[in-house]
């Protein structure tokens, strides 16, 4: 039998030494709960679990020209990731609740807090959450709780997706969610302005947002602090090799889907949910964290701290209930940023933002595209308006290998001519040129 | 060893990105670019390798050796699982293109992936439906409290508390109450179970619904179960079982005959996902049928021709509990393993677990006091109390083991046990192993008695000697800036 070591000699032999049968260690559980029977396949070999499974990897088209993001990123990942994240010490340890023989996890955890502080300017980071939008969650939950408030605004112009999980999570609270239309691609101050009052508890931006557009939020975090409300910003991590940090625009909180770090596309997950604040609030952040020590001969080392948030010691008065995290992810993100370094992730940005103006300008040539957001500047995405709604469009170009890019009608109504498109690294100017002219034969 | 930050050298480089091959050059306004660079460190990709490797050589996992830490299942994860999480067709798939308009059929591998797992995990709890799109099992459990509210809500129902005993994991009481519930503690009776009595005079109009582990957190399963949730339902409140422990069941029993409504599985305990050091697990959720219309969406369908499509028209729905099917790569390494297994290994799972975990605590009871002695399942959970007369607690008794060459039990949980030492040796573990440990475990009860100093100075063996965590929380350094 795979997976299990002892042998049937050596169950006889240990059931003899307990005086017991195999049927006797079950003698617990009633009689009438015991299954008749197991409807599942027999068992497969490996070799053919390989094979079935190789199987339906082909079925699934994924080597096509991809302009998709929305949030999850077509990146490049160097081939020391995963050679590295695969070392077995890391990915079949759990949770390092045992400081002295998990001081690989324990370190790699700071050194990943010290990056998303470094790149977001910010202060404390945990060591991982799920992903981008259970982020967003919980990054509400800290805000609600650290200013006694229960009123959340959020801007439209925030991922959809994200914005559809924090209406599933707080279905069942007193809490008031807001969302406040974006204008021109960007949030509308007025209507923020206008949303503000006694009971917010947070405004939610997104820079760049889910049109790919950039923005300053300085002159939201004045008039949010001035009401007393925090500034949660949401952000994409390979932009803040470029694009000025949510800490300079004042932001208190700041999360954001951590998947472009060296994480594969892999249908959805598992990704990096990332938070990080001010020192401040260090006491309220859910999750993991690790901190900085020294042992009893002084030498430096690494444990878990501020455990007093936790579920395992504050059970229902615990500042989140999450225990297993996205640690191995967090340490791919790690080994990603260690690998760009510090020229490496401004030239990547910057690659990416040239690629996609080519695109946007080689699109926009076409003469049925149109740019809705004409004033906006964007990092490596950005929205086109076409004659009709893009999908038949969209249906017609996977159809030739290409994915140009999402139609926004289903999350954005009056938006039902718009596709949202992502350039990459990845994608060369032959493929960008591939992309516009299919759209040109098709339109 | 040296954080990374401090091995950085300027100008330093580790890849080298393509070629720009556009002349366009973006136009950004300098207002919204970056002023001052992120501090990175700058290296060479071989400095990145020995930095990395040698911190994993400062780790410990199932695979270095035997890691018996109770209620993690830390059983050994398959090499193919790994292997068949990095096939292209996989790993390069963009989520939202199932999305697409003609993007379903380009995707019918890694959909027909999430159907067949559903379909395996309701065979194997006996439910009529589940999510894989939790992305642990706390995240189950909050699913789960979410759907409970669900159905009271559309039933008119005026529910506000949930029901726990005190030996349940800690993230029972945070999910309920981050869901907007009171949490009220059942206590255990003196056999280690939840007090039935106590349970009957707790129910009442205002029970939403109960979480219950079973087995327990002590290994101890519950023979009353089935009249356990008899009760709850004639207050109209459902069953939550925490799945944490089901890998003592496998094949033998189904928390969907016992009368559970919702059950969360731990994918990265009972199927053999690897806990990567703190996650990504995965926490699939399972209903019962009168609850289906409550799933979070999508939920994978499969057409009569064969087909699959995601659902998102479910009117009764909570809602999107992720931004889309959950973590994939980890349901795919859970779905090999369960297709390894079949329908004859799956109780041979159980039958090893409870096999291994009885057979250790038969040979350490003489040595370490058993306060609930009888037939366990997966687990059993001593007490350090002896040893602690003689100043030796269960945290000494975890750093004697690690000098051994052991991952300690999980200690001082569950919280009804003082001086806990909960160990959980799971099926992959061979008895070599576990006579090594039990060895291990015996010297240093001896140790306590006549020489505790020496257990009191472990671990001699690690990089680092017991850490500091008092000044630590006191005045944290949690980042290198």
Redesign the interface.
């Known amino acids: 039998m795979p997976f299990i070591a002892n042998t049937n000699q050596q169950r006889q032999e240990m059931l003899a030494e307990l005086a017991l049968t195999m049927d006797q260690l079950f003698a617990d559980i009633p009689a009438d709960l015991r299954c008749a029977t197991l409807d599942v396949p027999e068992a497969m070999s490996e070799q053919s679990v390989r094979q079935h499974l190789s199987r339906l990897a082909r079925k699934n088209s994924s080597q096509m020209i991809n302009f998709l993001g929305a949030g999850i990123y077509d990146h490049f990942i160097p081939a020391a990731v995963d050679a590295l994240v695969s070392r077995s010490e890391f990915y079949t340890a759990y949770t390092p609740y045992q400081p002295e023989i998990s001081q690989g996890t324990l370190q790699a955890m700071y050194e990943y807090q010290s990056v998303i502080c470094r790149l977001t300017d910010m202060e404390v980071s945990n060591a991982s959450l799920y992903d981008g939008g259970s982020a967003l969650y919980e990054a509400a939950v800290l805000a609600v709780r650290a200013t006694g408030r229960e009123q959340l605004i959020v801007d439209d112009s925030c991922n959809p997706l994200y914005r559809n999980v924090l209406r599933t999570y707080t279905r069942n609270l007193p809490w008031e969610l807001v969302e406040t239309r974006s204008a021109e691609g960007l949030p509308d101050r007025q209507r923020i302005k206008a949303q503000l009052n006694e009971r917010t508890a947070a405004v939610i931006v997104q820079n760049p947002n889910f049109f790919g557009s950039l923005d300053d939020f300085s002159d939201i975090a004045e008039y949010t602090h001035a009401s007393g409300a925090l500034l949660i910003v949401a952000c994409y991590p390979i932009s803040l090799g470029l694009v000025k940090t949510p800490g300079q625009m004042g932001a208190d909180i700041v999360i954001g889907e951590g998947q472009s770090l060296g994480l594969p596309l892999a249908f959805g997950g598992p990704y990096l949910g990332f938070i990080a604040t001010r020192r401040n609030f260090m006491r309220k952040i859910p999750g993991r964290i690790v901190g900085r020590t020294v042992d009893l001969k002084g030498r430096t080392g690494f444990v878990l701290t501020l455990q007093a948030r936790e579920q395992h010691i504050r059970r229902e008065k615990a500042v989140s209930n999450i225990c297993s995290n996205h640690s191995l992810c967090a340490l791919t993100a790690l080994v990603y940023l260690c690998l760009l370094g510090k020229k490496g992730l401004p030239e990547l940005a910057r690659l990416c933002a040239d690629k996609a103006a080519y695109a946007h300008q080689r699109l926009l040539n076409i003469p049925a595209v149109k740019t809705p957001f004409p004033a906006t500047c964007f990092f490596n995405e950005f929205v086109i308006e076409l004659p009709s709604c893009p999908e038949h469009l969209t249906e017609r170009l996977l159809e030739k290998q290409i994915i140009p890019g999402l139609p926004l009608g289903r999350y954005y109504p009056d938006m039902h001519k718009c596709l949202l498109i992502a350039v990459t690294e990845k994608r060369s100017k032959e493929q960008i040129d591939i992309l516009a002219r299919a759209m040109e034969q098709a339109l | 060893?040296k954080?990374?930050?401090e091995k950085?050298v300027l100008?330093?480089?580790?890849?080298r990105?393509?070629n720009?091959?556009?002349?366009?050059?973006?136009?950004?306004?300098d207002?919204?670019?970056?002023?001052r660079?992120?501090?990175?460190?700058?290296?060479s990709?071989l400095d990145?390798?020995r930095?990395?490797?040698e911190?994993?050589?400062?780790?410990?996992?199932?695979?270095?050796n035997f890691?018996p830490?109770g209620s993690?299942t830390?059983?050994?994860?398959?090499k193919?699982a790994?292997?068949?999480?990095?096939?292209?067709?996989?790993?390069?798939?963009?989520?939202?293109?199932?999305?697409?308009?003609?993007?379903e059929k380009?995707?019918?591998?890694?959909l027909?992936?999430l159907y067949e797992t559903d379909l395996?995990l309701r065979?194997?709890c006996g439910l009529a439906a589940f999510t894989t799109g939790p992305?642990?099992?706390?995240?189950g459990?909050?699913t789960g409290v979410?759907i409970m509210?669900?159905y009271h809500?559309h039933k008119g129902n005026d529910k506000r508390t949930i029901l726990i005993p005190d030996n349940a994991?800690?993230?029972n009481?945070?999910?309920?109450?981050?869901?907007?519930y009171q949490?009220q503690t059942i206590p255990s009776d003196k056999t280690g179970l939840m007090d039935v009595t106590a349970l009957g005079q707790a129910l009442n109009d205002q029970t939403a619904g109960v979480m219950l582990t079973c087995p327990n957190t002590l290994g101890?399963?519950h023979?009353r179960?089935?009249q356990i949730c008899r009760m709850v339902h004639d207050f109209d409140a459902l069953m939550y079982y925490d799945g944490a422990n089901l890998n003592a069941?496998l094949?033998?029993?189904?928390p969907g005959?016992?009368g559970f409504d919702i059950v969360h599985v731990?994918l990265?305990k009972t199927f053999?996902t690897?806990?990567?050091?703190?996650?990504?697990?995965a926490g699939p959720v399972g209903l019962c049928k009168n609850l289906i219309d409550y799933l979070?969406v999508p939920i994978v369908h499969k057409k009569k021709d064969g087909s699959y499509f995601l659902d998102y028209d479910r009117p009764a729905s909570?809602?999107?509990?992720?931004?889309?099917?959950?973590?994939?790569?980890?349901i795919?390494r859970a779905?090999?393993y369960?297709?390894?297994?079949?329908?004859?290994?799956?109780?041979?799972?159980?039958?090893?677990a409870?096999?291994?975990a009885?057979?250790l605590k038969?040979k350490l009871k003489p040595y370490f006091d058993l306060p609930f002695d009888?037939?366990c399942?997966h687990e059993c959970v001593f007490s350090a109390s002896r040893q602690a007369k003689n100043g030796i607690h269960a945290l000494d008794i975890?750093?004697a083991l690690?000098d051994r060459g052991f991952?300690?039990p999980?200690i001082y949980?569950p919280l009804t046990v003082p001086e806990a030492l909960m160990i959980e040796p799971t099926?992959?573990?061979?008895?070599q192993?576990l006579d090594a440990f039990i060895q291990a475990m015996i010297e240093i009860a001896q140790l306590a008695q006549t020489n505790p100093q020496q257990i009191t100075s472990c671990?001699q063996t690690?990089?680092?000697?017991?850490?500091?965590?008092t000044?630590?929380?006191r005045h944290?350094?949690?980042?290198?800036?």
């Open positions: 060893m954080l990374i930050f950085s100008s330093r480089r580790a890849l990105l393509p720009k091959d556009v002349d366009t050059v973006a136009n950004i306004n207002s919204l670019l970056r002023t660079v992120a501090d990175l460190p700058e290296l990709e990145v390798v930095h990395f490797t911190l994993s050589r400062r780790n410990y996992g199932v695979d270095t890691y830490l993690c830390m059983k050994y994860n398959p193919v790994e292997h068949i999480a990095r096939l292209p067709g996989f790993t390069e798939l963009h989520p939202l293109l199932a999305r697409l308009p003609g993007g380009l995707t019918q591998g890694a027909a992936v395996l065979e194997i992305f642990a099992g706390a995240h459990e909050l979410m509210a669900a809500r994991h800690g993230t009481p945070a999910s309920a109450a981050l869901a907007g949490v101890l399963f023979p179960v089935k069941l094949g033998y029993a189904r005959e016992m731990n990265h053999a690897p806990h990567g050091g703190g996650g990504p697990g979070p909570i809602g999107p509990i992720g931004a889309f099917y959950g973590n994939f790569a980890i795919l779905y090999a369960i297709l390894m297994l079949g329908r004859e290994g799956l109780p041979r799972v159980a039958e090893n409870v096999l291994n009885n057979y038969e009888q037939l399942k975890a750093k690690i991952h300690p999980t949980f099926e992959t573990e061979s008895r192993s671990p690690t990089v680092v000697s017991r850490l500091d965590e000044s630590v929380a944290p350094d949690l980042a290198c800036l």
